[in-house]
């Protein structure tokens, strides 16, 4: 059985005494019937495909919009020449969400993490740790077990997509997910992983979906940034053992009846927000009349 | 929510249902017919038709029909793809009642002349659910291996068929039979547990009151990696 809360979730991480990362994985085993070896594998296969999506990134890719493609770069060469703020680690968050997020937008290979609206926030947050020696491919994997661990619960208490919660359930989850496997990977109890989570879904509850002419490009790509950057503000909160008041579970049932109560304009219909100012209405009719 | 299905599919983007969903209606479709298309006519509905374009689900639905699979990199210039295989489609918008926003008719012709009707939606995290086949409806989501049987409505053919099965030792996860219209025209589904090997499903299709067979093995090697 997958956990159906947080908290069970933590409670068989410490009755059996075993890490976050093992509790996920031995409790998807028993639902998957898969064997631990092919599941590991799985997992290290999920982790290559996102290092080559940011290897593969070309700068003068286009979405067929014309809409996104080559903002990553510009970070990377601003970075490059001292023009950015907040040090290495932000810079290279920044530049990977958007280069995974604008492949997605130019239909290169992704992993759908939780949806492939929101695929870059993870990556973002792993590849510079990575790509730096500070976590290897089995430490990540193990982060990794951990987001799946919170977006499994996400999805059994509200919902992963956009068009049933918004926003919030595609980037606010990948948000608490990347947070969660932050906090593990420097070595945070499962208490501090669900409070990294649950600070990062309380932070970005309400956010709607709201996609220019309905494309995954505008807002998405730069939406990416913000959850990875606020999974790494959450995790170094709760790293240093910041608190949050409202528990993981009920941040997640929040997020399920804030998504309800928001009209469908702002659930990926492309009707609302942003969609539906002035120039996203330009943009949308400028893509129709194109055919 | 599966642990992989939150994390992943590994796809072509920039969306799991316009874009994954759509790859793997086509490719399911592929399967069935047990063929590249020559000719394909593909209908759209709901947001599939509005938003497809900017999604690629055109290329998606014409890349699985190639039998590429949903995270193949060469979806996105599958229609130049098409053209080298002889594939000849049409893309259009199509008007349906109560059907799933995410919805595509796919009616398709083999080269040796085989034909099929399939109507699917895809559903969500690039899953899918097949609601018609031939114009009968069906609801099987083409992540199992599974047998699909044109019969006539007649007694004794769903034994036939289980008995066949059984003599294999194949076990049945799931059955659904649908008709058309009584003592007419029904399919029958059934998901199963392992391979179904093609010697049966030819047996099959000579039984009596059988009119087709139609297979779908998800665990068969790739047949179509030339593109």
């Known amino acids: ?291 | 929510m599966r642990l992989f299905d939150v994390l992943g599919p590994v796809m072509i983007g920039p969306s799991s249902s316009h874009t994954a969903g759509a790859a793997r209606i086509g490719y399911t479709a592929q399967k069935l017919l047990g063929d590249v298309p020559a000719e394909a006519d593909i209908g759209l509905y709901g947001s599939f038709a509005t938003t497809g374009r900017g999604h690629g689900t055109d290329r998606a639905l014409v890349a699985g029909l190639l039998g590429l699979r949903p995270d193949d990199p060469r979806l996105p210039d599958s229609f130049a793809l098409a053209e080298e295989a002889g594939m000849k489609f049409t893309i259009h918008p199509v008007e349906l009642r109560a059907a799933h926003p995410n919805t595509a008719v796919l009616t398709l012709k083999s080269k040796a002349g085989r034909t099929l009707v399939l109507k699917a939606a895809s559903v969500g995290g690039g899953r899918i659910r097949v609601t018609e086949i031939d114009g009968v409806p069906a609801d099987f989501g083409g992540d199992s291996n599974t047998l699909i049987i044109h019969n006539e409505d007649t007694p004794g053919c769903i034994a036939e068929v289980t008995m066949s099965l059984a003599q294999r030792r194949i076990n049945i996860a799931s059955m659904q039979v649908f008709r058309a219209a009584a003592g007419g025209y029904a399919v029958m589904v059934l998901e199963c547990d392992s391979h179904i090997p093609h010697v049966l499903e030819q047996q099959m299709a000579v039984m009596p009151g059988i009119r087709k067979v139609t297979c779908l093995n998800i665990d068969e090697p790739e047949e179509c990696e030339e593109g």
């Open chain 1, 1 to 291: 059985m997958s956990f159906l809360s947080c908290e069970e979730m933590l409670t068989a991480a410490r009755s059996q005494n075993i890490s976050l990362s093992e509790a996920i994985l031995r409790s998807d085993l028993a639902e998957s019937r898969l064997t631990e070896a092919h599941s590991r594998e799985m997992m290290r296969h999920l982790w290559q495909v996102m290092q080559a999506t940011s290897r593969d990134y070309d700068p003068a890719q286009r979405s067929r919009s014309g809409l996104s493609g080559g903002d990553a770069a510009k970070v990377e060469q601003a970075h490059q020449e001292g023009k950015s703020l907040g040090g290495d680690y932000l810079a290279a968050v920044t530049a990977e969400a958007l280069k995974t997020a604008e492949c997605n937008a130019c239909m290169k290979r992704i992993v759908a993490a939780p949806t492939a609206g929101s695929c870059g926030v993870l990556p973002a947050v792993l590849l510079p740790l990575a790509r730096s020696g500070e976590a290897d491919e089995e430490s990540i994997c193990d982060a990794l077990y951990v987001a799946a661990g919170f977006g499994q619960v996400i999805a059994a208490r509200a919902t992963l997509a956009g068009a049933e919660g918004g926003c919030q359930a595609e980037v606010g989850a990948a948000s608490a997910m990347a947070a969660a496997a932050l906090c593990h990977l420097k070595g945070g109890a499962p208490e501090q992983c669900a409070a990294a989570a649950a600070m990062a879904l309380g932070n970005l509850l309400g956010l709607v979906c709201d996609p220019v002419a309905g494309l995954v490009e505008v807002p998405c790509v730069k939406r990416n940034v913000v959850g990875a950057v606020n999974a790494v503000s959450c995790a170094n909160m709760a790293l240093a053992g910041v608190d949050y008041a409202i528990p993981c579970d009920e941040v997640i049932d929040a997020m399920g009846r804030v998504g309800s109560l928001l009209s469908p304009d702002l659930r990926e219909t492309g009707q609302g927000g942003l969609a539906a100012t002035p120039t996203g209405v330009r943009i949308a009719q400028a893509l129709a009349e194109q055919g």
